[in-house]
């Protein structure tokens, strides 16, 4: 597509529930980028994609966070059991393969609220 | 470890004026690059500027350029002209030569004023 979109653009879950946070990157783009941005933390990164392998995982906070990507393209963020400290704005972004030092494409997230 | 700083919280300017954002960082790599994102209430973030710290020359796109000072580890962003639609955060962020990850500052709220 012509940009990086993320839906839903808002999700309103009860702790405990499972969530699924889609990212249809700009077609062409190898690599995709989770990040999450709170109040607390500010802006973290979470997993990083080339096609649909994912080499850094470093950032998911607990094994309650997963993700993956089919046909190198979309990409599925999951939390299980959410909890309230998972309340934050997911944000995805791509780039070209080897490009993201110029920059990455973000969407405009999708903010989780956990009650 | 790199750090990023954003000492200004907050900032306002007025309409059709100058304002300058600070950034500073801490790294001990020499290759590395150094951007300026905006984040309007969309929450899209934007890509507004990028300095590649080989180039001692400053970068610029148009109303918006930097003051890169190297030895300092300082990056601030002017925006000259200020206009309504500049009003965002303004994030700061660094990033490893040969890597993907951002490492980003705490943003600056930038208010123009009418």
């Known amino acids: 597509g012509a940009g990086v979109s993320q839906s839903p653009s808002n999700k309103v879950t009860e702790k405990g529930k499972d969530v699924e946070l889609r990212c249809d990157p700009i077609?062409?783009?190898?690599?995709l980028y989770w990040y999450r941005q709170s109040l607390g933390q500010g802006l973290e990164f979470l997993i990083y994609?080339?096609?649909?392998?994912?080499?850094?995982k470093s950032g998911l906070p607990s094994d309650r966070f997963s993700a993956e990507r089919t046909g190198g393209s979309v990409s599925t963020l999951t939390i299980q059991r959410t909890q309230q400290e998972d309340s934050a704005v997911y944000l995805c972004?791509?780039?070209?393969?080897?490009?993201?030092?110029?920059?990455?494409?973000f969407g405009s997230g999708t903010r989780l609220t956990v009650v | 470890a790199q750090t990023v700083t954003q000492s200004q919280p907050e900032m306002s300017v007025q309409e059709a004026e100058t304002v300058t954002l600070s950034c500073t960082y801490d790294?001990?790599?020499?290759?590395?690059?150094l951007f300026w994102y905006k984040q309007p209430p969309s929450r899209q973030m934007i890509l507004v500027i990028r300095?590649?710290?080989?180039?001692?020359q400053n970068a610029t796109e148009n109303r918006f350029s930097v003051n890169f000072q190297k030895a300092a580890k300082s990056f601030s962003l002017k925006i000259s002209d200020s206009q309504l639609g500049d009003t965002a955060m303004y994030f700061c962020?660094?990033?490893?030569?040969?890597?993907?990850?951002?490492?980003f500052g705490t943003g600056t709220r930038l208010k123009v004023l009418a």
């Open positions: 972004a791509s780039s070209l393969a080897g490009q993201g030092n110029y920059g990455y494409t």
């Open positions: 077609s062409g783009h190898t690599a």
């Open positions: 994609f080339q096609g649909n392998s994912a080499p850094d």
């Open positions: 790294t001990s790599e020499n290759n590395y690059y």
């Open positions: 300095q590649e710290a080989y180039k001692q």
């Open positions: 962020a660094f990033m490893k030569q040969g890597t993907y990850k951002y490492i």
